[in-house]
């Protein structure tokens, strides 16, 4: 016996017919943003640019959009390519208007029509890009006013792109495809090669905060400072001091004053970052989003004591921590700078036998090992002259001690090179 058609079959066969369309809102984003392909369903070109120059970070996207400026990127092209997609997926996620809105800036280039990976080259990094999108505009939201753009995201940032089993870096590659390898890229000549981490450790007093700071003002100045305690600086651009010691207004001090000693205004690439009083993985998702956002250079973590947390002299810890969050900063392209401290001189034992306090592992996981050596402390000329050690070095010859004087005053504290005295056991220390 029939019993005909239910009148809800024509409810339930547009609902089947719903749900075997083509999944649009995921696809490409790894689920962490909603996106619509649908013709006529997103912003048109002019709103996304019109949100652009409405954004906190116009003045980037203007560098980049209107006028083809990759110096913000140490004139790396394909780092200006993602700078600025980074800036336009916030507000769409279509990779057909990132395509339309991408050529019609001045960064096109005939190299986008190049194949790679069965797409154009400008394809190819769209799909990249759209591979961790993070926070999204909400187009729907009543009066199109702009969500506060965070450095957290909806998801685990720390989890890094090798966590992803469809990133290109954690697949099997054979070395005969790759053609001829890329020389290495050095952010300060010697001692920084680009994404691997370099350590400067050393006793209380020794100024180590004030020169890792120092580099990252000369990394992040645009102009002007071409050198950081002698060797040349290869790479500019934005700079994090993630800070787990002091605040703020302490940093902006010594900020004031390290470029007044330079004879420059702060840089704008400077930024700051404070992980006092916050768990350590909070800090670094906020530290691994700014350097996604920002594509920043370097982010110099003061000090790895307490960023930590744990048990130094645990091999198991100490790579533990690298994993969880020094790696990902590395991943995304900075090069971490590391200030750590080293153990209490004991009798019979030479500055030149110290490492990092703790497991051997915290020199093990990285490229470059700098100790920061106090030389003599002259009280009336408020002058420090420190050694600078190159302790370690996986990339060529170890480079010669370099000796270092901080010389301090109001408002003003310079460094400059000096040769390093035989010590004494009459001078006297001091703790800038």
């Not at 547009?14 to 006529?40: C, F, S, Y």
């Not at 390519?81 to 336009?88: K, M, N, S, T, Y």
């Not at 009083?277 to 973590?301: M, N, Q, W």
């Amino acid at each position: 016996m029939s019993r005909g058609r239910s009148k809800d079959q024509a409810l339930i066969d547009r609902l089947v017919e719903w749900m075997q369309e083509p999944d649009t809102e995921t696809a490409q984003t790894n689920g962490h943003a909603i996106r619509d392909t649908r013709p006529g369903s997103g912003p048109s070109d002019e709103a996304v640019i019109e949100k652009c120059r409405g954004a906190d970070n116009v003045a980037k996207f203007a560098d980049l959009f209107d006028h083809g400026d990759t110096s913000g990127n140490g004139g790396d092209a394909s780092g200006a390519d993602f700078a600025l997609l980074g800036i336009l997926k916030f507000y769409t996620q279509d990779p057909d208007q990132l395509e339309r809105l991408m050529r019609r800036s001045r960064l096109a280039r005939p190299k986008w029509d190049e194949g790679r990976a069965g797409r154009s080259w400008l394809r190819y990094s769209i799909d990249n890009a759209l591979r961790d999108v993070g926070e999204t505009y909400d187009w729907s939201k009543e009066g199109g006013r702009e969500r506060p753009r965070s450095f957290s995201s909806s998801h685990s940032p720390l989890k890094g792109p090798s966590d992803d089993e469809n990133n290109e870096e954690s697949q099997i590659v054979w070395f005969a495809e790759l053609g001829e390898p890329k020389e290495r890229e050095y952010l300060i000549e010697k001692i920084g090669v680009k994404g691997y981490p370099i350590v400067a450790f050393g006793a209380g007093g020794v100024a180590k905060s004030f020169a890792m700071l120092s580099a990252g003002i000369a990394v992040a100045s645009a102009s002007g400072v071409e050198e950081w305690l002698g060797l040349r600086v290869l790479k500019h651009g934005y700079v994090l001091y993630l800070d787990f010691e002091l605040d703020v207004e302490e940093q902006h001090r010594r900020v004031r004053d390290l470029c007044a000693g330079l004879g420059i205004p702060i840089p704008k690439k400077l930024a700051y970052l404070s992980g006092v009083g916050i768990s350590p993985e909070t800090a670094f998702e906020k530290a691994l989003r700014f350097v996604k956002d920002y594509e920043a250079k370097a982010v110099i973590i003061d000090s790895m004591g307490l960023a930590m947390q744990g048990d130094m002299e645990k091999g198991k810890e100490v790579l533990a921590f690298h994993g969880r969050y020094i790696n990902p900063l590395r991943r995304a392209g900075a090069t971490p700078f590391i200030v750590d401290h080293e153990g209490k001189l004991q009798a019979g034992e030479k500055h030149k036998d110290k490492t990092p306090f703790g497991s051997a592992y915290k020199a093990w996981a990285s490229r470059s090992v700098l100790q920061f050596v106090f030389e003599e402390y002259r009280e009336e000329a408020s002058e420090l002259d420190i050694r600078v050690r190159q302790t370690k070095t996986n990339f060529g010859p170890k480079i010669d001690p370099i000796g270092v004087r901080f010389t301090f005053e109001e408002k003003k504290v310079s460094m400059g090179a000096t040769t390093s005295p035989t010590r004494s056991s009459s001078r006297k220390r001091a703790s800038p």
